[in-house]
């Protein structure tokens, strides 16, 4: 299993990043994906989550970046991704994109960093 995430880097509050992540080595398809966060001195936070459903896929955010990130996955590109838009400086982190798959896996991280 190899997930790899880009898009970070430095931008200024209420501006906007999409973070990719490019998965490889399981069925991309039949597993929930979601983006973590982890920032200096605290816990790993989950973001957001999508599984797929019958009728389309299903979506979860955490209250302090729901109406601001859109979480979304092209399963033909083996890609999950994470649209990030008003951003605030207490968003700074690095962002993990994470499976279901086995046991879980973890990619290796990207730094968001939010200041003027």
């Known amino acids: 299993v190899q997930l790899v995430e880009s898009g970070g880097g430095l931008v200024q509050p209420g501006g906007s990043l999409r973070l990719s992540c490019a998965a490889s080595?399981?069925?991309?398809?039949?597993?929930?994906m979601s983006w973590y966060r982890q920032a200096p001195g605290k816990e790993r936070e989950l973001v957001a989550t999508?599984?797929?459903?019958?009728?389309?896929?299903?979506?979860d955010y955490a209250d302090s970046v729901k109406g601001r990130f859109t979480i979304s996955r092209d399963n033909a590109k083996r890609s999950l991704y994470l649209q990030m838009n008003s951003l605030k400086p207490e968003d700074t982190a690095v962002y993990y994109c994470?499976?279901?798959?086995?046991?879980?896996?973890w990619g290796q991280g990207t730094q968001v960093t939010v200041s003027s």
């Open positions: 994470y499976t279901t798959f086995q046991y879980g896996a």
């Open positions: 999508i599984s797929n459903t019958v009728t389309g896929s299903s979506t």
């Open positions: 080595g399981f069925t991309f398809t039949n597993w929930r």
